[in-house]
C-alpha cells in the first residue's frame, strides 16, 4: 500500500509528498515550510487538498497520496495512489493547453480554465503508483 503516513513531507530531491486515503477523519497539515513557499494539506480517505501560499494546487476526489510532487515552468509533474479511481485537479496558469501524460501515455490535451484548473481522471490501484505528467 503506497501511502504518506506523515501527510506531507519535503523529498530530498525537493519534491513534495503528501495525502493518507486511509484516514477516516480529516487531518490537515498547515504552515508548512518548503522553500520560499507555505503549504497547507487537508487529506481522508473523501478528499485531498493541496494548497500553496494559501493558492490552490491539487485536489483528488476521493482522498489520494501524491509522491514527489515537482512544479516546473512548464508544468507539472508527481505520482499518485489510492484506493479507487480519482478525478483530479490541478491548478496551473489560466486559459493554457496542457499535453497530460499519465504512466508515460500522451492522453491528449487539455486547456486550462479562467481559474488556471484543469481536470483529469486516473485509475488508481492501492498497490501501484501512477505517474502523471502535465507539459505546455
Known amino acids: 500500500m503506497a501511502c504518506v503516513e506523515e501527510l506531507l513531507r519535503k523529498e530530498s530531491d525537493g519534491?513534495?509528498?503528501?495525502?493518507?486515503?486511509?484516514?477516516?477523519?480529516?487531518?490537515?497539515v498547515e504552515n508548512f515550510k518548503a522553500g520560499n513557499d507555505l503549504y497547507k494539506v487537508k487529506t481522508f480517505s473523501e478528499l485531498t487538498k493541496l494548497e500553496?501560499?494559501?493558492?490552490?494546487?491539487?485536489e483528488s476526489d476521493p482522498g489520494t497520496s501524491v509522491f514527489d510532487l515537482k512544479e516546473?515552468?512548464?508544468g507539472i509533474s508527481f505520482a499518485v495512489s489510492g484506493k479507487e479511481?480519482?478525478?483530479?485537479?490541478?491548478g496551473l496558469s489560466e486559459?493554457?493547453?496542457?499535453?497530460?501524460?499519465?504512466?508515460?501515455?500522451?492522453?491528449?490535451?487539455?486547456?486550462?480554465?479562467?481559474?488556471g484548473k484543469l481536470s483529469?481522471?486516473?485509475?488508481?490501484?492501492?498497490?501501484?503508483?501512477?505517474?502523471?505528467?502535465?507539459v505546455k
Open 15 to 28: 519534491g513534495l509528498s503528501f495525502g493518507n486515503y486511509l484516514l477516516g477523519e480529516k487531518k490537515k
Open 52 to 58: 500553496k501560499n494559501d493558492m490552490f494546487l491539487y
Open 95 to 115: 486559459d493554457t493547453e496542457y499535453t497530460v501524460f499519465i504512466d508515460g501515455t500522451d492522453t491528449g490535451k487539455v486547456k486550462t480554465n479562467l481559474s
Open 85 to 90: 479511481d480519482a478525478q483530479i485537479t490541478i
Open 72 to 74: 516546473q515552468p512548464d
Open 120 to 134: 483529469i481522471s486516473v485509475e488508481l490501484d492501492e498497490d501501484k503508483k501512477v505517474e502523471v505528467k502535465i
